[in-house]
């Protein structure tokens, strides 16, 4: 398997660019880059494997929906930098709930295929929420707050941070429930935000958190104040 693995020109490249294709009908799905260790294990198991650059990770296809893609071939480009394989399916390719993650059409920004599964039964109400933050990124400030918030930059985002934040804390003082709830998903919705900006994806907090486990408070603020 090394062999293979060193067909890959690794010294120009440290990530490999992948281009999914569905094998039933060529059909393009998605775009993904493995290092040597995804792509090790997409051999090893014959399903896909990929390094994600916003998770700073390796990622098996469908771990959180269960959309997994069995690889049918692998190819690799004339100048062995990228690769091309052919998949079988299971269930929908993007993050969105679309087949394929090429449904807009660049020049018009007309969508062309429909949601064929709801994103936060996929992965989930926090990462569903990251998720069209960033895709808000875009968006015309005039009719999304959270394109608003993010072109007013860092100051204003901190902002709404620490403003939240102190409304929680009321809230909390004040003993009511209600308004707790309310502000604590005020304050992780600009948290998101602020994550967004800095490309962050939750997936490393719940990395950190889960490094945590069995790891006392005592023993993890020293670690960092080592």
């Known amino acids: 398997m090394q062999d293979i693995i060193n067909k890959i020109d690794w010294q120009k490249i440290s990530l490999l660019p992948v281009v999914v294709q569905d094998v039933a009908n060529n059909e393009v799905l ?3 880059y493995m290092n040597k260790e995804a792509l090790s294990l997409s051999l090893k198991t014959k399903i896909a494997h990929y390094f994600s650059r916003s998770k700073q990770r ?3 296809k469908g771990e959180s929906s269960g959309h997994t893609q069995e ?3 692998f190819y690799i480009d004339c100048d062995n930098d990228t690769l091309l394989i052919k998949v079988v399916q299971n269930g929908v390719a993007c993050h969105t709930g679309r087949r394929s993650c090429f449904f807009t059409e660049l020049e018009s920004g007309e969508i062309q295929s429909d949601v064929e599964v709801s994103s936060e039964a996929l992965y989930g109400v926090i990462d569903t929420l990251y998720h069209t933050i960033q ?3 875009n968006a015309d400030p005039e009719s999304s707050w959270t394109a608003k918030l993010l072109s007013k930059g860092d100051n204003a985002i901190l902002k709404k941070v620490v403003e939240e934040a102190g409304e929680f804390s009321f809230a909390y003082k004040d003993n009511d429930e209600h308004e ?21 994806s939750p997936d490393r907090i719940k990395q950190e958190l889960a490094r945590r486990f069995n790891m006392s408070g005592i023993a993890e603020k020293n670690s960092r104040d080592s």
């Open 180 to 200: 707790m709830i309310y502000e604590a998903a005020d304050l992780t919705y600009h948290m998101l935000v602020a994550l967004a900006a800095k490309n962050i």
């Open 71 to 73: 690889i049918r071939s």
């Open 30 to 32: 998605m775009m993904a």
């Open 135 to 137: 895709e808000r990124k």
């Open 58 to 60: 390796i990622w098996k």
